[in-house]
């Protein structure tokens, strides 16, 4: 079965045919990336016009590489909520026309269940139930899938997201956009022991996460470093910062897998490229003998392929939509 799956919920807008939820034919990404690092960040207004251009385009090039016609296949996911709502309403308006106009169903993707769909394409043997944290530019969750299409959230963030405290920290620490990755590449030979951050957690809430006190912090040590006119190591306080940040991901994880009893950890969203989250899952998992799983760099991003792989459970799962289907900018997993 081939599903075309659509994505265009923040700075991407990419399309993908998926065969089976597993075989990616095609893989297209039309990256706005290069015009927000003007801007520091993703300006909504400029995401939605970039995507309202690319996006015929882009489902052609995905229809074209897979060797298809939209007569190939068999339902048109597309991804509806969450994200930037007039960045969403691209690909879902988009969607809604070509499913009409083609008479193949349309499926309903939330982005995070694709996020994490992508593990389905680069573990073929991958199956629920597990445990999944998700880390993202939006979101930062520890997750209980139980099945393809069944979700339990077990952890969130009271404030920023684990990938949006990383690109707040970066940018204050002079790193272009995206912070996240930047600061990831310039922190490679840094000391993470180098400054002292605070490891935020949340009274009562062993599993939730809270980073806006570290980007605080790290804005203070910047501040009090220029008031004595003394340099900051861009590298060491890079290490230092995705440290803690990593350091709560990786304490709540652990505790997550162990009171609930899962020995199948798997990462996914844009902060699940992180070298250092990487590694440091690699030691916890191989230390407690459990399954380790993570999407291959070029799935962890947002793209196409993971949308048709979340849209073939989807599909087959019965869920379906029709032409009223709407984009919605917040909406939960389960
Ligand atoms: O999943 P994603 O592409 O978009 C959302 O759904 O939000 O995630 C984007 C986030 C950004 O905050 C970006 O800085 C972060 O993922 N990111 C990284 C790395 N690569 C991307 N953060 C840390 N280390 C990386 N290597
Ligand atoms: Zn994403």
Not at 39 to 60: L, M, Q
Not at 197 to 223: C, E, M
Request: net charge negative; proline share 4%; with cysteine.
């Amino acid at each position: 079965m081939k599903i075309l799956g659509i994505e265009s919920s923040c700075d991407e807008t990419a399309a993908s045919v998926v065969e089976d939820g597993k075989k990616v034919l095609s893989n297209v990404i039309a990256s706005q990336v290069e015009e927000h690092k003007i801007y520091g960040g993703v300006v909504p207004e400029i995401a939605s016009r970039r995507h309202a251009e690319a996006i015929s385009g882009v489902v052609k090039n995905a229809l074209a590489d897979a060797n298809c016609t939209i007569d190939d296949i068999d339902a048109v996911a597309v991804t509806y909520a969450p994200g930037l709502i007039g960045a969403l309403l691209v690909g879902v308006n988009f969607a809604k026309g070509l499913s009409f106009a083609s008479g193949k169903p349309l499926v309903p993707v939330h982005h995070l269940r694709s996020h994490i769909a992508s593990n389905y394409i680069s573990h073929a043997e991958l199956k629920p139930p597990f445990l999944c944290l998700v880390v993202s530019g939006g979101h930062s969750h520890i997750i209980e899938v139980k099945d393809y299409t069944d979700f339990r959230i077990i952890g969130y963030t009271h404030d920023d997201a684990a990938g949006e405290a990383m690109d707040k920290a970066a940018r204050a620490m002079g790193l272009p956009y995206p912070g996240g990755l930047n600061m990831d590449r310039v922190s490679a030979g840094g000391d993470p022991t180098a400054y002292k951050l605070p490891h935020p957690r949340v009274d009562g809430a062993p599993y939730d996460f809270s980073f806006s006190g570290l980007k605080t912090a790290v804005l203070n040590i910047i501040n009090n470093s220029k008031q004595k006119g003394e340099e900051i190591s861009v590298p060491d306080l890079g290490a230092s910062y995705m440290n803690a940040v990593v350091d709560c991901l990786i304490e709540n994880t652990e505790k997550a897998a162990k009171d609930l009893g899962y020995d199948k950890i798997v990462l996914a969203g844009g902060v699940s490229a992180n070298s250092v989250l990487r590694k440091r899952m690699e030691q916890l998992c191989t230390k407690n003998k459990w399954e380790r799983y993570y999407p291959e760099l070029k799935y962890c991003g947002d793209n196409g392929a993971m949308v048709a792989a979340q849209g073939y459970y989807e599909f087959i799962g019965g869920n379906t939509a029709d032409l009223d289907l709407n984009a919605v900018a917040s909406m939960s997993i389960e």
